[in-house]
C-alpha cells in the first residue's frame, strides 16, 4: 500500500473543528489532538494557527479531501495542506520549515 504524507495547518478559529472532524472520520480519540502543535507569526502566544505532519493511507486521504471540499468557501481558506513528496518524513519535500516560512509561521515553544 502506498501512503501520502501532508502537513496541513489550520487557523486557530477552525482548530477544535477540525480536530473534531480528524476524530469523526477515523474514528480515533487520538485524533482530537491533530492539530494541537501552536503557530503563529512571531513564535509567541496567541497561537493563530496549528499545525499537523500526518501520513494517511489512500483511503483515508481520499476522505480527507472530501470532507475539506464539503467545507463552506470560507472555511477552506483557513486550512492549507501541503501534500509532502514521499510518506517518509526524513525525505519528504517540502520541509515543515519550508512550508512554515512560507506561511509566515513559527512553532511557538512551551514555556520551561
Not at 496541513?8 to 489532538?33: C, F, M, P, R, W
Not at 496549528?50 to 470560507?74: E, H, I, R, S
Request: charged content about 20%; hydrophobic content about 45%.
Amino acid at each position: 500500500m502506498s501512503y501520502v504524507r501532508a502537513i496541513i495547518v489550520v487557523s486557530a478559529a477552525v482548530a477544535a473543528v477540525a480536530n473534531e472532524k480528524a476524530k469523526e472520520t477515523t474514528g480515533h480519540d487520538a485524533d482530537l489532538k491533530a492539530w494541537t502543535v501552536p503557530l503563529s507569526p512571531t513564535g509567541a502566544l496567541p497561537a493563530t494557527h496549528y499545525w499537523c505532519n500526518w501520513q494517511f493511507t489512500p483511503g483515508w486521504w481520499d476522505k480527507l479531501n472530501v470532507l475539506f471540499a464539503a467545507q463552506p468557501p470560507a472555511e477552506r481558506t483557513k486550512i492549507q495542506v501541503f501534500k509532502l513528496s514521499d510518506p517518509d518524513p526524513a525525505i519528504a519535500t517540502p520541509r515543515p520549515e519550508e512550508i512554515l516560512a512560507q506561511l509566515g509561521l513559527k512553532t511557538i515553544q512551551p514555556a520551561v
